[in-house]
């Protein structure tokens, strides 16, 4: 009587193997003889145990080389041919085995986990009598076995359900959903200074700087450079809601997109904007001025959202389970850097900033008592340990030099920035807009190489518009 297959351990070994089919041996006056070729040694043991339990013979071949040994001393009744093994392949195996003359009979069902039309031909071609996809029921490789060699288990096996695998264990097709309620931030925007267009910047973007935070059902936003357009247009399909839009400074490439900004015009928007205390104007006036008539033909008077200004002081904002905090980084105007904290992860967002202005030197030596070192070590702190960071390196070594002062990276000490606070990720973001995808594209292997000869191989990839990480 033909047994329920399920999976045991094998009384003789530690290791998973099919529960034997059946007690009863085919009809013959001995065992056949089966050669299992197989080099996965738990799924070669598995088959053995079963076949050994119904009956059958078997002995063992882990590459096709060993299998043409093992056949040419003692010629087996059938053997079982896996396909993907070392030295010599299943098919490979079969070729040999077809062009001599003492075994080009000899009866061969291929068993392999490559389920593809290609195999299936070469296997047919070669004459194999049949094609058995792992993983398979136990029961079912008796009853192929069985069948081949011409013995009475067929019909009893088949009636045992062989082939067919229990209700409980059908696989369920799996198919996952992303889950887009888990916090989140994309990045709308990662060009510097201007907006760059045409076939050669398309890999990157070129739109100027802009990121939003989602976490829960809050919505964060950095920066209102021209990605906030795109932005805008997205957070309309969700309907008004209360948005917080924080500035670093108020350079061109960083508000230029904010009178594009399409739920500022909505009533039912909430949004209130965050940044730091200017050198003159105060942050609506800023804002104010770059609505005026004399540059854009709407005013600030004719945005219908719920808009207000609020200076960022040294208190934490909470904003749900976000808390956003800020360090002024090296550049021209009080520019700052944010950090967004929820829970165990944490992200910075500092797209510009000169650390180690003036320094040309190599990154190896620096430490943080470095005299170098020393007048950043705010931004050091600030950025130490965090999860992601995003911040920019503009320049190129050579470049720099002529651009000392600018308010930009080199990258070289940015790298020499992410070992010393410890970064776990770096995001580049704020490209010049002079390097086009295929100088990015190299300029992120140096900056690999660069962070791997200083001792600090973090992951490290290029932002581009449209990038979204999920934390």
């Not at 094998?10 to 080099?39: G, M």
């Not at 068993?111 to 070469?122: I, L, P």
Request: glycine residues 8%; proline residues 7%; contains cysteine.
């Amino acid at each position: 009587m033909v047994g329920t297959p399920h999976w045991q351990l094998h009384p003789r070994d530690s290791r998973l193997c099919f529960t034997p089919v059946s007690q009863n041996p085919p009809a013959r006056t001995k065992p056949a003889r089966i050669l299992v070729v197989e080099d996965a040694n738990i799924i070669a043991l598995a088959m053995s145990y079963a076949l050994e339990g119904a009956g059958f013979h078997v002995d063992l071949a882990a590459d096709g080389e060993e299998c043409i040994v093992k056949v040419r001393e003692d010629l087996p009744d059938l053997i079982l041919l896996d396909i993907m093994m070392p030295k010599m392949n299943g098919i490979e195996a079969l070729k040999i085995l077809r062009a001599d003359e003492k075994t080009k009979d000899l009866p061969v069902i291929v068993c392999s986990a490559k389920d593809f039309k290609t195999e299936r031909q070469a296997a047919a071609e070669l004459g194999a009598l049949d094609y058995l996809i792992k993983p398979f029921n136990p029961a079912d490789l008796v009853r192929k076995v069985s069948a081949a060699l011409g013995g009475t288990m067929v019909a009893d096996a088949r009636a045992a359900g062989a082939g067919v695998l229990p209700a409980s264990a059908v696989p369920i097709s799996y198919q996952p959903v992303l889950d887009t309620r888990r916090t989140h931030f994309t990045l709308w925007g990662t060009r510097g200074s201007t907006p760059t267009v045409g076939h050669r910047f398309q890999r990157y973007g070129g739109n100027t700087s802009c990121m939003s935070f989602a976490v829960g059902n809050d919505l964060l936003i950095f920066d209102a450079g021209s990605g906030i357009r795109e932005l805008g247009n997205h957070i309309l399909e969700g309907g008004p809601r209360k948005l917080h839009l924080f500035i670093t400074h108020t350079h061109w490439d960083h508000i230029q997109g904010f009178p594009f900004f399409t739920p500022a015009y909505l009533p039912g928007f909430d949004i209130t904007v965050y940044g730091s205390t200017g050198f003159g104007k105060n942050l609506e006036a800023l804002f104010r001025g770059q609505l005026d008539r004399d540059y854009f033909p709407v005013q600030m008077e004719d945005m219908r959202s719920n808009l207000r200004f609020q200076h960022i002081s040294d208190k934490p904002v909470e904003i749900g389970n976000a808390r956003v905090t800020w360090e002024f980084s090296h550049h021209p105007l009080p520019t700052v850097g944010y950090k967004v904290e929820t829970g165990e992860q944490s992200v910075v967002w500092m797209p510009d900033d000169e650390f180690l202005q003036g320094y040309t030197g190599a990154p190896h030596a620096l430490s943080r008592y470095h005299p170098q070192v020393a007048p950043f070590e705010k931004i050091v702190s600030f950025l130490n340990g965090v999860d992601v960071v995003l911040h920019e390196a503009q320049y190129m070594a050579d470049e720099y030099p002529s651009r000392i002062g600018w308010g930009h990276c080199s990258l070289p000490n940015a790298c020499a920035l992410m070992k010393l606070a410890r970064v776990q990720r770096w995001i580049v973001t704020h490209h010049d807009p002079m390097h086009d995808d295929v100088f990015l594209d190299r300029k992120l292997c140096l900056t690999r190489q660069i962070l791997e000869d200083i001792g600090h191989a973090i992951p490290v990839s290029h932002g581009f518009d449209g990038m979204t990480e999920f934390l």
